[in-house]
């Protein structure tokens, strides 16, 4: 069944109670994979769309309808999917909305001719959490999440990330060049290029091979918003812009500005097979230690867990508790003496 909430139907919100995984490919599942959505079932998952100019954003929400409020972000490349096995192990006093961002998943790609860029995502958080009218909430982001309004976030949990990434200031123009460049090429072959098919075993294939810390597990639950079936197999949601070069890029200044604003407790949480071994060159390593140490100097936490990128997805049980402790701790302990706090109106 599904829920119209809100104004106009271009203001509206909807949200669909699950009761079976109505995306699957029609292939048998494995046991725990089956337990899994069980598990999610019982701790009342729902699917959420928010209208946005172009389409629409879709995702899934978690938790109790007056629990504290937190959106979770995936990674480049992923979907909200990535977060099935680890939000069931978190704190049920929570409200998690996890979405697919744009170009990503089950939503909306964008117009053609844009680009996908940061500052473009962070519209999009901006746009789910005035349809969901949030004043305040946390943030548990993994590889792209980061927050550009503190005013409105108490707390921010980052999985194997460090924020925005700086690039070199030398490097800004070729990047830029670059990104465009490579937009240019996309948009001539774009008629040519028809969208592969593959059979559901070679898809799943496929992404293991460009995702080698994926437990097959896990490459079965991104799968689930990553493909739909089609004539003769299926084929990748994602749109192929994501893979351009990003043109939108910060300085290692900038970064460290936009760090020192940040008002909410921040919790990193680092894989030791993770995001930071991508990161090699001298001057890389200098970036990463620069960004590391000013959240310590701002008596934020950086933690280490043993894993990979995708340590929550595969292993949800390493990294739950420290994030189950940081919410109790930093958030829900102080809820009930605060005077903003608000969910939503789904």
Excluded at 71 to 82: E, M, R
Excluded at 130 to 153: C, T
Excluded at 328 to 333: C, F, I
Aim: glycine content about 6%; hydrophobic content about 40%.
């Amino acid at each position: 069944m599904c829920t119209k909430i809100g104004g106009g139907p271009e203001k509206s919100l909807f949200f669909f109670s699950i009761k079976e995984d109505h995306r699957s490919s029609g292939l048998n599942m494995p046991e725990k994979r089956q337990k899994l959505q069980m598990k999610c079932v019982l701790c009342s998952v729902s699917e959420l769309t928010v209208p946005v100019p172009w389409g629409v954003l879709r995702g899934k929400v978690w938790g109790p309808d007056h629990g504290h409020p937190v959106l979770c972000l995936h990674g480049w490349a992923d979907n909200c999917g990535t977060f099935n096995t680890f939000l069931p192990l978190l704190p049920k006093e929570c409200r998690f909305v996890s979405i697919d961002f744009p170009g990503h998943g089950l939503s909306s790609h964008r117009p053609p001719g844009v680009l996908y860029t940061f500052p473009s995502y962070v519209m999009d958080v901006r746009r789910v959490v005035e349809a969901l009218q949030w004043r305040k909430f946390s943030i548990i982001g993994h590889s792209m999440g980061d927050a550009l309004f503190p005013e409105m976030v108490d707390a921010i949990v980052l999985l194997d990330s460090f924020g925005f990434l700086p690039t070199d200031l030398k490097e800004l123009p070729k990047v830029m060049r670059q990104g465009i460049e490579d937009m240019i090429q996309y948009e001539k072959r774009m008629e040519e290029d028809k969208k592969r098919v593959y059979s559901y075993e070679k898809a799943l294939e496929r992404l293991l091979s460009v995702n080698r810390g994926l437990s097959e597990e896990s490459a079965k639950i991104l799968l689930e918003r990553g493909s739909v079936p089609v004539e003769g197999g299926v084929v990748f949601t994602r749109d192929f812009r994501i893979n351009l070069k990003n043109v939108s890029r910060t300085s290692v200044e900038q970064v460290l500005e936009l760090h020192s604003r940040i008002k909410a407790s921040v919790l990193v949480v680092l894989a030791d097979h993770g995001f930071e071994r991508m990161f090699a060159k001298p001057e890389q390593k200098r970036f990463v230690s620069d960004i590391l140490q000013a959240y310590k100097d701002h008596k934020h936490s950086v933690v280490s867990v043993h894993g990979d990128h995708h340590v929550h997805l595969n292993n949800p049980e390493v990294v739950a508790p420290l994030v189950s402790t940081f919410l109790e701790n930093k958030v829900l302990s102080l809820s009930a003496s605060r005077t903003d706090f608000h969910t939503s109106n789904l």
